[in-house]
C-alpha cells in the first residue's frame, strides 16, 4: 500500500502564496543498518520529490539517508492561475508515485 | 553539626530525589496526558492531520475497513456500516470483557476475533500494519471522547490483576511500574521526562519507532528496560495492564492517533 497525503487550499486568490504540506509513507531505510545476523540492509530511500503547477516545476527535494521515515516535506508557491498541481515521489526498487490536486485561482 | 545530623539531612535529600515508598495515586485532577511533555514541534505535530503520520495508517484502515476478506466475502462495513457512526466510542471502552470467550479482549483482539469468526480470514499479525492499520482507524473514531472502560463484576477481577501487576516490583532492577509512573512521574529519567503512562492515543506514532505501535508494544519496551520477564504480544497480564491504566486514565481524552517522541 503506498499512501501519500496533500494538504493544500482548494481555491486561492491570484498572487496568494498557498503552503501545501505532504507525506508519504515510506521506511526510508538507510541502508546502514545491520540485521541481527550482521547483514547490511540494503538502501531503500525516496530519492526525488518533484511539485509542478500545470506543467511548469515549481519545487524540488533531493531526499538522503538521513531524512525520517514517511518525510513530511512543506513548501510555499504563488497561486498564479487555476489548474492542477502534480506530486511525484521517486525512489529506489522502482518506488514511484504520482498524485494530483486541483486549485482554483480567481 | 554533629555526624548524627548530617547523616540525617542526607537521607532527606535522598528520600526527596527518588521516593521508593509506595505513594499515593495520582489525583485525577493532577493528570497529564503524555503530550503535555512533549516539546512544541511535537505537539504541533501531532495537532495537524496534514502533518501526524499517523493519518497514513488511518487512510489504509479506512481501506481495509471497506475490503472484503476471507471465505465470507465480507468487509467490516458490510456488519458495521460507516465507521464514524458504527465506531464511534468504541475504542474508549477497550480492554471488554467477550462473553463468548469468558476473557478480557483488547481492541485488536476483538478485531481479529470478527475476522476469524465474522470474515472467515486469516486473523492478523500483531503489530502488523494491517493490525494496527485497523486499530488506528477504529481509535480515531473515539478522538476527543472520555476514555470509560466498563468496570462491572465479570470485569473487576481483570482490573484487580493489572493493578495488582502495576504495583508488583519485578526483574533485575527490581522495579514496579508505579515507582516511575506514579512517585515519580514529571522527574527525569536521564534526560527524558517521566510521563504518567496514560494510554490515551494508542495505537500511536512514535517517533523513536519511526512507525505506529500499539500500547502493549510500549508496555513491553517498559518490561525490557525494567530487565523483566517479557510477555507474548496478546497475553493476558498484558491485556489485565491495559485495563488498568485505562480505567487509570478514566475520562481522560482519546488522541488516537497520537504523536509521541
Known sequence: ?106 | MSARSGCLVLAAAAGAVLQFTHAAEIAPAERRSGYEYMGRDTRLMQDDDATNPGMLWVLDGETLWKRKAGAAERSCQDCHGEAPASMRGVAARYPAFDAARGALVNLEQRINACRSERQKAEPFKYESRELLALTVYVGLQSRGLPIAPTIDEKTRPFLDAGDKFFHLRQGQINLSCAQCHDDNAGHRLAGTPIPQGHPTGYPLYRLEWQSVGSLQRRLRNCLFGMRAQSYEFGAPQLVELELYLMWRARDMKIETPAVRP
Open chain 1, 1 to 106: 500500500m503506498s499512501r501519500v497525503v496533500i494538504t493544500m487550499p482548494k481555491q486561492a486568490r491570484p498572487g496568494e502564496i498557498i503552503e501545501i504540506k505532504t507525506l508519504a509513507a515510506h521506511a526510508m531505510e538507510t541502508g546502514f543498518r545491520r540485521t541481527e545476523r550482521g547483514e547490511l540492509l540494503p538502501r531503500d530511500i525516496i530519492r526525488r520529490f518533484v511539485c509542478s503547477y500545470n506543467g511548469v516545476e515549481v519545487f524540488r527535494a533531493e531526499l538522503h539517508p538521513a531524512i525520517a521515515a514517511n518525510p513530511l516535506i512543506a513548501f510555499n508557491t504563488v497561486a498564479t492561475e487555476s489548474g492542477t498541481l502534480s506530486f511525484q515521489w521517486i525512489g529506489d526498487n522502482g518506488f514511484a508515485v504520482t498524485e494530483t490536486a486541483p486549485i482554483r485561482v480567481e
